[in-house]
């Protein structure tokens, strides 16, 4: 059986989550200037658009990645 570690720093608090959203974008703004592609779990895509577009970004679609099995947690 595959043993799966726990990812370090995946337990932020909300407030902390939005915080670290809006400093990686700051970076990501500095360095890109292009289109950006994050790869993230829907939960928190809320959280992301509304950090992204406060950041002055232009949230315009989405691309589903459907897959052909479970993933276990």
């Known amino acids: 059986m595959v043993k799966f570690d726990k990812i370090k720093g995946d337990n ?3 407030e902390e ?6 400093n990686w974008l ?3 703004f500095i360095f890109c200037k292009g289109a950006f592609y994050i790869c993230m779990s829907a939960k928190e895509w ?19 990645w459907v897959k052909d099995r479970l993933v276990p947690l």
């Not at 989550?17 to 809006?22: G, K, R």
């Not at 809320?46 to 589903?64: N, P, Q, T, V």
Request: with cysteine.
């Open 12 to 14: 932020l608090s909300e």
């Open 17 to 22: 989550f939005e915080i670290f959203l809006l």
């Open 26 to 28: 700051k970076l990501g």
């Open 46 to 64: 809320g959280k992301l658009r509304k950090c992204f577009e406060a950041m002055g970004g232009h949230w315009s679609s989405d691309i589903i």
